[in-house]
């Protein structure tokens, strides 16, 4: 598709459409034409005639009235397909439906009445027909306590507030919005990947993610404390990484920042960053003019240090030995310096300003099994 091609988006101020019509105009499309519920009536005609493309992700879910699902599912559909044959355009229509359409309800049934206008007027024009059925959607910019579990739990936990966790066992499938979005571009590019267990339906390309209710209150929950533990999730988790993404959005705009706690005395301050068990911990080490820190050895921890400002001196002694090895470094100059184990070593700040050290450990300290042995270099 071409970055000047007219593309319509209808729902484009909803979760998805936000996310969509974002992605396009970040990867360069300049006529993204956006029309939702607030958008003149008079512009859909235009928009219909001018599209070379149509993501119709616009519908109804939670009502008031269940007439007003056949009205903003079924209803705005056909007028939507009716406008586009009356332009005489041909172009592909997406559009998004939902598991639910298998199910005898009337969410269900709107949105599969939906979808067999969209068969038809494929039949009807040979303009194609793209529909996905979409389990839950995750991620930023999904209204809470409205109809996605995953907001209402990120919005509440983050605040501090209770969430209801009705049968924990219940399991549910998630899908990201961000490959939710891939897959649809893809479709725009003429990629879409059909679903061989449901002739004429699209698949999304991405992951769908099986997970309890329970096990989704406990990583949200876990996401909040690590605040205090300073823990990292598992981001080779999909899963667990894309939940940790949305989470975030949620904050509160008051609460993005969290303080740390530094351990300080006249030397300066020692403060653990983050932490987790298989990558060590990260820390930030403060060192006042003149100050000496450190004079140990390991058996098995090993660190790397990082000066960011200041200039110091880092200095080995292999135990056992008495030849010193120096290691100058600066904050003008990046450079990681490796402490091996079984080395003895410190650091000196050999300037008149405060030295700032970036210091990663491979293991997280533990005062049960610390591997510290103090020894002059």
Known sequence: MEKDAPILVTGAEGFIGRNLTATLKAQGYTRVLC????????????????????FHLAGINRPQDPREFYEGNRGFTEQVLYLLREAGNRCPVL??????AEQDNDYGKSKREAEELVFSH???????????????VFGKWCRPSYNSVVATFCHNIARGLPIQVRDAAYSL????IDDVVESFLQAMDGRAVRDRGQPGYCRLTGEVYEVTLG??????????????????????????RKLYATY????????FAYPLTMHTDERGSFTEFLRTPERGQ??????????????????TKNEKFLVVKGQAVIRFRRVGTDRVIEYPVSGEKLEVVDIPAGYTHHIENVADTELVT???ANEPFDPDRPDTFFEKV
Do not use: C
């Open 35 to 54: 029309f939702d519920v607030d958008t003149p009536k008079e512009r859909l005609p235009v928009y219909a005639g001018q599209a070379r493309f149509v």
């Open 95 to 100: 559009v998004t439906s939902s598991v639910q």
């Open 122 to 136: 494929e039949r009807e024009t040979g303009a194609p027909a793209l529909v996905y059925r979409l389990p839950g």
């Open 173 to 176: 499938p998630l899908v990201y």
């Open 215 to 240: 096990r989704l209150a406990e990583l949200l929950q876990g996401f909040r404390s690590s605040r205090e533990t300073l823990t990292v999730p598992d981001m080779g988790s999909g899963l667990e």
């Open 248 to 255: 975030l959005s949620y904050l509160p705009e008051e609460g």
């Open 282 to 299: 990260v820390s930030v080490n403060i060192a006042k003019p003149g100050i000496v820190k450190g004079n140990h050895w390991h058996h």
């Open 358 to 360: 970036v210091m990663w």
